[in-house]
């Protein structure tokens, strides 16, 4: 089992930053792809980034050149940086990883609680 934790929510205003972190912990071989999703009042949740274990990124579109995602593997945490922010960033995002139990097991989806972020004037 695979616990995360998220932090680093807040409220900011347009054009301002927060950065998130997201931390696993408990019993797992390896962890492959970290990421962060988020969900916006009234629309499903979306892919906004992810990390490989080798290192490549994903991004959403409407997040490039703005966030930057990156992780720590000693720590077994992963990071968004989010610049630039607009209202339309707003949501609760959520840490996700894909973690295997043992090295030939298939990997299982995590997810952590969410963190709120709330863009506004």
């Known amino acids: 089992q695979v616990q995360l934790v998220e932090s680093g929510g807040g409220l900011v205003q347009p054009g301002g930053s927060l950065r998130l972190s997201c931390a696993a912990s408990?019993?797992?071989?390896?962890?492959?792809?970290m990421g962060w999703y988020r969900q916006a009042p009234g629309k499903e949740r979306e892919l906004v980034a992810t990390?490989?274990?080798?290192?490549?990124?994903d991004y959403a579109n409407s997040v490039k050149g703005r966030f930057t995602i990156s992780r720590d593997n000693t720590k077994n945490t992963v990071y968004l940086q989010m610049n630039s922010l607009k209202p339309e960033d707003t949501g609760i995002y959520y840490c996700?990883?894909?973690?295997?139990?043992?090295?030939?097991?298939?990997?299982?989806?995590?997810w952590g609680k969410g963190t709120l972020v709330t863009v506004s004037s």
């Open positions: 996700n990883t894909l973690a295997r139990d043992t090295s030939w097991s298939a990997p299982m989806n995590y």
């Open positions: 408990g019993w797992f071989f390896s962890i492959d792809a």
């Open positions: 990390v490989r274990s080798g290192g490549g990124t």
